[in-house]
């Protein structure tokens, strides 16, 4: 699809990439094939992948355009937030997908954020594992008693107005992603957690779109018991602050 005057698509889709190279070609053709009537263009910021996934992303540019999948790199990893912000300088888009690359998120459920936000006008459209029709795929039972018992001790915490506070499969009106993002301090898991609390305290209107998890196919987690430390403490620090 034509990008309108002056270049600008509707949605810009940044996608943070680290040692991607297995999955980063079938996640934005899944994207193409979802999406065949949106104006878009992907944004992948690689934070200087050893393995190769730039080169990938550079075959993917000569297939679908250096207009609709745009690479921009960093030297190293720099953190999610500021990915974000990264991606947010060369984006056109007057509205912003945030997405992982392992395949997690599942670009299937790109037209229902979509259609949420032309129904509600929401600010944030979010994916959540916690209601009806959601799900986590992939996960031993450890695993998933974990998120769930952190998603509930911030939900009674924070008192936050979403469902499912550590996902990072989200829809954004620009101007309000911009926002966010400069009023956040937190890094590494917690920053999405920080996002749509801070979201929630500036009156923003938020909705939800059910979707399945699905554990990353290829390569491996980067969760750890650091990241579960970081979590905690992160809580405590929005307790106090918001």
């Not at 954020?113 to 979010?126: N, P, S």
């Not at 926002?179 to 920080?194: P, R």
């Not at 059910?210 to 992160?234: A, C, H, M, N, Q």
Request: glycine share 10%; hydrophobic share 40%.
């Amino acid at each position: 699809m034509e990008a309108t005057a002056g270049g600008k698509r509707e949605y810009s889709i940044i996608v943070p990439t680290y040692n991607e190279r297995l999955n980063i070609a079938l996640i934005v053709y899944l994207i193409f094939k979802h999406l065949p009537d949106v104006n878009f263009e992907i944004i992948i910021v690689d934070d200087g992948s050893p393995d190769g996934t730039q080169d990938i992303v550079k075959q993917l540019q000569q297939v679908y355009g250096e207009d609709r999948v745009l690479l921009r790199a960093r030297p190293r990893k720099l953190g999610l937030g500021t990915a974000y912000l990264h991606g947010l300088k060369h984006a056109s888009g007057e509205f912003v997908v945030i997405m992982d690359a392992d395949l997690s998120h599942h670009p299937k459920y790109l037209p229902s954020f979509i259609r949420k936000q032309k129904e509600t006008g929401a600010d944030v459209v979010t994916g959540t594992r916690y209601v009806k029709n959601g799900g986590v795929h992939g996960w031993n039972l450890m695993r998933k008693l974990t998120s769930r018992g952190a998603n509930v001790l911030a939900q009674t915490l924070l008192q936050p107005g979403a469902s499912d506070l550590t996902g990072s499969f989200r829809l954004y009106k620009r101007d309000v992603l911009e926002d966010l993002i400069s009023s956040c301090v937190s890094k590494g898991y917690v920053f999405q957690m920080e996002m749509i609390v801070r979201a929630t305290r500036k009156g923003c209107h938020i909705e939800e779109v059910p979707i399945t998890f699905v554990d990353r196919v290829f390569g491996t987690s980067k969760l750890g018991g650091s990241e579960i430390v970081g979590y905690l403490k992160g809580l405590v620090y929005l307790l106090l602050t918001t």
